[in-house]
Nanobody, 124 residues
Framework: QVQLVETGGGSAQAGGSLRLSCVGSGFIDSRYCMGWFRQIPEKGREVVAAVASDGSISAADSVLGRFSISKDNASHTLTLQMNSLTPDDSGMYYC??????????????????WGKGVLVTISS
């Protein structure tokens, strides 16, 4: 059984930075992708950034140039560095994984496993 545990998050001022980490366990091989999604009130859940099963990276237009995502394959750790934060980035952030090859982790309905989420609150 795959488990995903997020850490990080919290509160920051606009323009500040936060770092989210997600440690995965239970993967039986490297055929999976991992991604970060966020749930923003009145906007639903959206993908923030993801690392596909082939290692390629994708990110939402709204975070390009501000957020960066990385994955350590040995430890199954996914990290999201968030810079130049704005109040619009506030919300619950979830780590998710999709098993298989090829997988991209760009669609929430395709995810097989989810973490419990961490709250990010950005004040102006």
């Amino acid at each position: 059984q795959v488990q995903l545990v997020e850490t990080g998050g919290g509160s920051a001022q606009a323009g500040g930075s936060l770092r989210l980490s997600c440690v995965g366990s239970g993967f039986i091989d490297s055929r999976y992708c991992m991604g970060w999604f966020r749930q923003i009130p009145e906007k639903g859940r959206e993908v923030v950034a993801a690392v596909a099963s082939d290692g390629s990276i994708s990110a939402a237009d709204s975070v390009l140039g501000r957020f960066s995502i990385s994955k350590d394959n040995a430890s199954h750790t996914l990290t999201l560095q968030m810079n130049s934060l704005t109040p619009d980035d506030s919300g619950m952030y979830y780590c998710a994984a999709e098993l298989g090859w090829p997988t991209s982790c760009r669609k929430d309905y395709a995810m097989d496993y989810w973490g419990k989420g961490v709250l990010v609150t950005i004040s102006s």
